[in-house]
Nanobody, 126 residues
Framework: QVQLVESGGRLVQAGGSVRLSCAASTSTFSRLAMGWFRQAPGKEREFVAAISRNGDTTNYADSVKGRFTISRDNANNMVYLQMNSLKPEDTAVYYC???????????????????WGQGTQVTVSS
């Protein structure tokens, strides 16, 4: 079982930056592929960014490429999402997700993840 706890969400003005953190409670963090997803009111949960278990490969939604960066610290069971140049349309609840894998792939679909955090709210004002 893996527990994920997100933090760092807040109210920020357009053009600003926010760094989200996700702490994983597991002794096998390096076996987990990780991802960030978001869900705005009235919309489906959507992919934001993903990172492989060893951190060597990443993937981003087109809407955040060049603005967001996903990273991980396997020594401390943490994954991060650095969000720059924020836009009002980035407003959503952001979720951390994890899945065990034996490969070094990343995963970009909601259905590919087994473990989810409770979410953290990011609000971008115009």
């Amino acid at each position: 079982q893996v527990q994920l706890v997100e933090s760092g969400g807040r109210l920020v003005q357009a053009g600003g930056s926010v760094r989200l953190s996700c702490a994983a409670s597991t002794s096998t963090f390096s076996r987990l592929a990780m991802g960030w997803f978001r869900q705005a009111p009235g919309k489906e949960r959507e992919f934001v960014a993903a990172i492989s278990r060893n951190g060597d490969t990443t993937n981003y939604a087109d809407s955040v490429k060049g603005r967001f960066t996903i990273s991980r610290d396997n020594a401390n069971n943490m994954v991060y999402l650095q969000m720059n140049s924020l836009k009002p349309e980035d407003t959503a609840v952001y979720y951390c997700a994890a899945r065990f894998t034996v490969t070094v792939n990343y995963y970009s679909l909601v259905s590919q993840y087994n473990y989810w955090g409770q979410g953290t709210q990011v609000t971008v004002s115009s």
